[in-house]
């Protein structure tokens, strides 16, 4: 029997803030250039190595990546570490003021500094600066790769669990119920120093508004810099966003600002930092294993101009008359939101946008018992839910990621597709290929 050695684990981070002067991702109804920079963004990395296999999982303070980005970051990662693609989980923190320039189909324009134009297409923007950063940054993540594999020491891994309130609600009814599990695994020493954890929580980093001009991390920068306070600067925390289509903090700030950001950040923080310092399912990593399945899925057929028409007119009507009985800003912004996905609907008419299917990948790393899930797009956290029970009867305890390797748009229960918000009106799927997608996400979390 061969010999197998104990796991090493390794972190790293490395700063990706964009430039100052090129635009930000996350709000069509922006309309400069970013002016400046609030607090840094992170790339922020995990290597494992177990029985002669390597593993990375990786965190970008972007607003999404799509898959042409993560092929291209994967190669040189494999060039410059030899981990294969298929071991490579790369999602994004869903911040929405992070650089733009890393989703197909969403695009700019700068016609007049610091003018900008944000507009649908079916590829890249025109700007020249866009395949400029999306090269730098793959050459970053993979050199923050290459520079945590060489730092890989013994470690224990500590799970933890806990429902968090407070933070964020469902964004279009407060009260109905959503996925609000916070999940920790730190990873320690023999002689038990904290080097590093994965946060998992599930929830649109969308405090600040689109009238901030300033990049941030929102409030996944605020708590992740109250863990490194706490822990050390060498201390790192890596946020994977969960399966938040529905879940934000639209009910639950105060505000729009940094401080709130702040606010709501530690208060994740805190609840984190609980999770880390509590005695939770420790023990060594016993097992590794990935698994990458390539889906096709069906694209629901896009109405005709004349209804998208139509229902533009009736969402712009509902939110002029909710702004004229003086609606709070949470019930303007929920009927905004409405007139925002019919607008992109339209645009994506106009653009001839009408492919009858889309491929992409789903992923999953098991550590132990322990499943991470790469979801490429928004899930709806009722199915992270089912993902979670089903994985429960498996004997597997399951982490939903959402963001991960690529982006789809919505993916939602079935109910939620009879129902005219935001995220039914500009979903790509209908039902058939969102459970198309979810069958397949169970498939892996049996398989794996």
């Not at 109405?303 to 909710?322: C, I, Q, V, Y």
Request: charged share 25%; glycine share 8%; hydrophobic share 35%.
């Amino acid at each position: 029997m061969p010999l197998v050695t104990k796991a090493k684990v390794g972190f790293f981070e490395d700063d990706i803030t964009g430039p100052i002067g090129f635009p930000q991702t996350g709000y069509m109804e922006r309309t400069r250039v970013s002016e400046g920079i609030n607090d840094r963004l992170f790339c922020r990395t995990m290597c494992l190595e177990f029985d002669s296999r390597k593993y990375a999982i990786i965190s970008l303070d972007l607003c999404g990546i799509d898959r042409k980005f993560r092929e291209k970051t994967c190669s040189l990662i494999n060039k410059m570490t030899d981990i294969p693609d298929g071991n490579i989980l790369l999602s994004a923190t869903h911040t929405h003021s992070g650089m733009d320039g890393f989703l197909l189909g969403w695009n700019f324009k700068i016609n007049k500094f610091p003018a900008v134009k944000f507009y649908r297409s079916k590829g890249l923007a025109e700007e020249e600066e866009t395949s400029v950063v999306r090269d730098f940054m793959a050459y970053k993540v993979a050199g923050s790769v290459y520079a945590c594999s060489r730092n890989m020491i013994e470690t224990n891994l500590i799970y933890n669990s806990t429902e968090l309130s407070g933070v964020c609600t469902n964004r279009e009814e407060p009260s109905v119920p959503v996925d609000s599990q916070l999940i920790t695994m730190k990873f320690e020493t023999t002689d038990k120093k904290s080097i590093g954890c994965l946060l998992n929580y599930p929830c649109h980093p969308t405090v600040l508004g689109y009238d901030n001009y300033l990049y941030s991390a929102d409030f996944v920068g605020y708590a992740c810099k109250l863990l490194k306070f706490s822990f050390g600067k060498e201390f790192v925390p890596l946020y994977l966003n969960g399966a938040c289509a529905e879940i934000s903090t639209r009910f639950t700030r105060k505000r729009q600002t940094f401080q709130e950001a702040k606010r709501l950040g530690y208060m994740l923080g805190r609840k984190a930092l609980f999770l880390l310092n509590s005695n939770g399912q420790e023990g060594e990593i016993s097992g590794v294993s990935s698994l990458i399945k390539e889906v096709q899925l069906p694209l629901r057929k896009l109405p005709s101009r004349k209804e998208a028409l139509e229902l533009l007119a009736e969402l712009k009507k509902e939110h002029e008359f909710l702004k004229s009985q003086g609606a709070s800003p949470s019930e303007l912004r929920v009927a905004w939101t409405k007139v925002d996905g019919a607008l992109d609907v339209l645009e994506r008419i106009q653009i001839g946008a009408s492919d009858n299917e889309v491929t992409s990948i789903i992923q999953a790393i098991k550590i132990n018992d322990i499943v991470i899930i790469g979801v490429p797009g928004e899930l709806h956290s009722h199915i992270a839910l089912k993902l979670k029970e089903y994985g429960s009867k498996l004997g597997r305890r399951v982490i939903v990621v959402g963001y991960a390797n690529d982006y789809l748009s919505y993916i939602l229960p079935t109910e939620e597709y009879r129902k005219q918000n935001y995220e039914a009106i500009i979903s790509q799927f209908d039902e058939e290929g969102a459970t198309k997608l979810t069958d397949s996400l169970k498939f892996l979390i049996k398989a794996i």
